[in-house]
């Protein structure tokens, strides 16, 4: 039997930045359907026999979803899902051709976009990666603002990065100073440093970036169950979430 009811519409896609579906499942003939299926709407298909395959591969930051079947050989699609919760750029979609509530309700607690029953008919499957490929823009979107983030409060030194916690947490340049035991010059001048090294243009400016990066991150860790990072009087809050270097 097809693993698929096909009736696709062609769309393809006019971006030069074509979203890529993973596709993991141990039959050929699945790969190969889903291979055409994904094409005929212009999105790059990239098929793995196993998780293993899969994760064998470099991450990359880029918009896309991870279409997997559950049961695998070696490790299973739940076993992969957890694995890659932190990989919030590649929402996962499972299918399956048996699915116990259990696994179902595992998989959608993790996050996963869907959990379809084989065959799948096409419309249901695209709808739910073109989901998916949404919820990936907009992480993608978000972890190359982290890196940006995370680049130029790498190249603050030791003392910015104090004034910088001290700054963001509300503290004025007196109170920074009577805290660092530094002169209010001093203060202004690490001040100055800083926001230029931050590329800020004002302190609101500086204190926005902040909070939009804190409160993804902190829905993303939510959503995936990741830990979230605990702020310190002089560094609020600094993102780790991404690998290092940033795949391109």
């Known amino acids: ?21 993973y596709v993991i499942d141990a039959d050929a003939s699945v790969r190969e359907t889903l291979d055409v299926l994904i094409r005929s709407v212009g999105f790059q298909p990239r098929t793995a026999r196993s998780a293993e395959e899969f994760l064998a591969r470099p991450r990359l930051i880029t918009p896309g979803c991870l279409l ?28 399956s ?47 190359v ?44 001048v690490h001040r100055g440093n800083m926001m230029r090294k931050m590329r800020a243009g004002s302190f609101l400016e500086l204190v926005t970036t902040v909070e939009t990066l804190r409160r993804w991150t902190g829905a993303m860790a939510a959503s995936t169950h990741l830990p979230s990072e605990s702020p310190s009087d002089t560094d609020p809050w600094v993102p780790s979430l991404l690998p290092s270097p940033l795949a391109a």
């Open 97 to 143: 051709e048996q699915i116990d509530v259990r696994s179902a309700v595992q998989a959608m607690k993790a996050g996963a976009i869907e959990v379809l029953t084989k065959p799948v008919a096409a419309d249901g499957l695209l709808s739910a990666i073109r989901h998916a490929i949404e919820r990936s823009r907009a992480a993608v979107d978000h972890l």
């Open 68 to 95: 997997t079947e559950l049961s695998l050989p070696g490790l299973t699609g739940l076993e992969l899902q957890r694995l890659i919760l932190e990989r919030t750029e590649v929402p996962v979609i499972f299918m």
């Open 145 to 188: 603002r982290l890196r940006t983030f995370q680049e130029r409060y790498a190249s603050l030194s030791a003392r910015e990065r104090e004034v910088w916690g001290l700054v963001v947490s509300g503290r004025l340049n007196k109170q920074i100073a009577a805290k660092l035991g530094i002169t209010e010059i001093t203060v202004k």
């Open 1 to 21: 039997m097809s693993p698929l009811r096909m009736c696709p519409r062609r769309n393809p896609s006019d971006s030069s930045d074509v979203p890529t579906v």
